[in-house]
């Protein structure tokens, strides 16, 4: 992966968990972004935080952002089936392009 | 509300074909990106254009190339097609801020496979 490296790879829980994954990246950013990717399908966009912001939260969704430890988590709380996907994290330098982590395979088990 | 549009979505070539795939953006996004998935991989960037002029190049080999439109669609060009060319291929499309990349919209991806 060019930026970010995502942990874990593969996740599985049960229905009304939790889930977190983590995102490392390497140099400085504007911003970073999650997506969550259907087996085989476009990647829809969940939340973008910004640089100078350290928590964001959208719905089940909480997003924090460490630019001291070049890091990020995606926490999807009460899970349901239908989040079963691969997530992603991207981030954008100063370059106006996003490089994308290698992705966590979320399974959510009914 | 009108998303990305992909054509074709899927597309099989034989090894040292050409392969042509077309994106359409959302109404007034002003870049577009190209990206390759393959399997079980995380995308990687190819090409973006900004305002039909090429903006940024990645990981996009010489074999292929690529143009936007004066209509804003563009268009992935790849010839001498190798087995490894086989994957997804997203365009995604994007309203640039004035600092920064925000939101990318991502079409459905073309399906690329090499026989």
């Known amino acids: 992966s060019q930026q970010g490296e995502e942990d874990p790879q593969a996740l599985s829980i049960q229905e009304g968990e939790n889930a977190t994954m983590n995102c490392s990246y390497k140099t400085s950013i504007n911003n970073l972004q999650w997506y969550r990717q259907n087996s085989g399908r476009g990647l829809v966009h969940l939340i973008l935080?910004?640089?100078?912001?350290r928590e964001k939260h959208s719905g089940r969704l909480r997003v924090t952002l460490d630019t001291s430890k070049k890091s990020s988590s995606l926490l999807i709380t009460a899970s349901r089936a239908a989040d079963t996907a691969s997530y992603f994290c991207?981030?954008?330098?100063?370059?106006?392009?996003?490089?994308f982590g290698a992705g966590t395979t979320v399974t959510v088990r009914a | 509300a009108a998303g990305v549009i992909q054509s074709p979505r899927h597309l099989i070539k034989e090894k040292r074909e050409t392969a042509t795939l077309k994106c359409y953006p959302i109404p007034r996004h002003d870049t577009v990106y190209w990206y390759q998935q393959g399997p079980g991989q995380d995308p990687q960037f190819l090409i973006s254009?900004?305002?039909?002029?090429?903006?940024d190049k990645g990981s996009i080999p010489d074999r292929f190339s690529a143009q936007q439109f004066s209509d804003y669609h563009s268009e992935l060009n790849m010839s001498s097609l190798e087995l490894g060319d086989s994957a997804l291929y997203f365009c995604?499309?994007?309203?640039?801020?004035?600092?920064?990349?925000?939101?990318?919209?991502f079409g459905e991806g073309s399906r690329l496979t090499v026989l």
């Open positions: 995604a499309s994007s309203q640039l801020g004035y600092s920064s990349t925000g939101e990318l919209f």
């Open positions: 254009f900004y305002e039909k002029m090429q903006s």
């Open positions: 991207a981030t954008e330098k100063n370059d106006y392009k996003l490089s």
């Open positions: 935080i910004r640089s100078n912001e």
